[in-house]
């Protein structure tokens, strides 16, 4: 269901909960429409900045270190931009009379990943298959989540 649906959905039953974050629930106003909040706490937005290979490698080497580096600095200031709209989000929904929020329990969490775990295996798989390093991709992204003390569910 597309994002602009899930308020009317909620309100006329439809839907009984949606997977969205704080800061969605802001922007559609979901929060009118919704009292309870689990919170799951994964990540619900990507954004990648990305260049041919080909003419990246045609850059001289302080060329490709500054685009580096600049792809670093700028993709910490997107992720803290979004960790705030979600901040502000949480704390506009819990403003609001009769809202209410609890995060998803450690139980629940080890049955979450063990859904999570064949999926991921299976995307990994017939990526790898085409022979695309799919397998060090997810490894590589999961170091950088526990870099940043992320917990990861599969």
């Known amino acids: 269901m597309a994002v ?11 839907l009984d909960g949606a997977f969205i974050g704080y800061s969605a629930m802001n922007v559609f106003k979901i929060r009118e429409v919704t009292k309870y909040s689990m919170e799951f706490n994964l990540t619900y ?4 900045y990305a260049i041919n290979r080909s003419v990246y490698e045609k850059f001289p080497e302080e060329i490709r270190t500054t685009i ?13 931009k979004h960790d705030e709209w979600d901040r ?5 929904f819990l403003a609001m009379e009769g809202r209410e929020a609890y995060p998803v329990p450690e139980a629940d969490w080890l049955e979450i990943s063990k859904i999570f775990k064949p999926i991921a295996e299976d995307w990994i798989s017939k990526r790898e298959a085409k022979g695309l390093p799919a397998r060090k991709l997810i490894e590589d992204m999961k170091s950088t989540f526990k870099k940043y003390g992320v917990t990861i569910v599969w």
């Open 68 to 80: 580096d580096e600049l792809a670093q600095k700028y993709r910490e200031i997107e992720a803290a």
């Open 4 to 14: 602009p649906d899930i308020y009317s959905a909620l309100e006329k039953g439809i």
């Open 88 to 92: 502000k989000g949480k704390q506009d």
């Open 45 to 48: 937005s990507s954004f990648a």
